[in-house]
């Protein structure tokens, strides 16, 4: 079973840093692109972040390009994403992806982990 | 960046309803369409990629169709467990795969 796992949310200032992990398991990790998806509560989503399957291209919106940087580990079958200069428009629910193969789309979503930028 | 809009933001529907939603692209995205479903308080999930294919395991009554900027996603019988947000994606224009603003079912 597919299941992907975020942690690392929380609240933090402006200005402040965070880290988000997601530990991915029932499946080859290595062999899917994965990213980030987020969404402020009541409005749409965003595609933050996204990296290939060897982490040898990574994708960003423009809002968050040289702010946030996402890596990961096959070795741990971990997805992060590293979050820095943080903006109260940051504040939303942060998901985990998968995107399937064959096709750009992501077939699979973690439960997701709130961020709070706040004083 | 490639821009996508969905009709009507919310609709009122009844159980057993043929619904119709509709999401365009600011240019031709070929077939690189997917939509989701969204309930509250639920990550998305996806219901169809490519425009028409259907996702394993989701019901027949959910189809799409389109191509270049204009799609639709039907339900053909409205159920019970159908009333959700559902938004559409281009992964065409990568990397920013981005979504339309949604359309809510209630």
């Known amino acids: 079973e597919v299941q992907l796992v975020e942690s690392g949310g929380g609240l933090v200032q402006p200005g402040g840093s965070l880290r988000l992990s997601c530990a991915a398991s029932?499946?080859?990790?290595?062999?899917?692109?994965m990213g980030w998806v987020r969404q402020v509560p009541g409005k749409g989503l965003v595609c933050v972040s996204r990296?290939?399957?060897?982490?040898?291209?990574?994708t960003y919106a423009d809002s968050v390009k040289g702010r946030f940087t996402i890596s990961r580990d096959n070795a741990k079958n971990t997805l992060y994403l590293q979050m820095n200069r943080l903006r109260g428009e940051d504040t939303a629910v942060y998901y985990c992806?998968?995107?399937?193969?064959?096709?750009?789309?992501?077939?699979?979503w973690g439960q997701g982990t709130p961020v709070t930028v706040s004083s | 960046d490639i821009q996508m809009t969905q009709s009507p933001s919310s609709l009122s529907a009844s159980v057993g309803d043929r619904v119709t939603l509709t999401c365009r692209a600011s240019?031709?995205?070929?077939?690189?369409l997917n939509w989701y479903q969204q309930k509250p308080g639920k990550a998305p999930n996806l219901l169809i990629y490519?425009?028409?294919s259907l996702q394993s395991g989701v019901p027949s009554r959910f189809s799409g169709s389109g191509s270049g900027t204009e799609f639709i996603l039907t339900i053909s019988s409205l159920q019970p467990e159908d009333f959700a947000t559902y938004y559409c994606?281009?992964?065409?224009?990568?990397?920013?795969?981005?979504f339309g603003p949604g359309t809510k079912v209630d």
């Open positions: 990296i290939k399957s060897d982490g040898s291209i990574t």
């Open positions: 992806v998968r995107e399937q193969r064959g096709f750009p789309g992501f077939d699979f």
């Open positions: 490519a425009a028409s």
């Open positions: 240019q031709s995205i070929n077939n690189y």
């Open positions: 029932g499946f080859i990790f290595s062999g899917h692109w």
């Open positions: 994606q281009q992964s065409y224009g990568s990397p920013r795969f981005t």
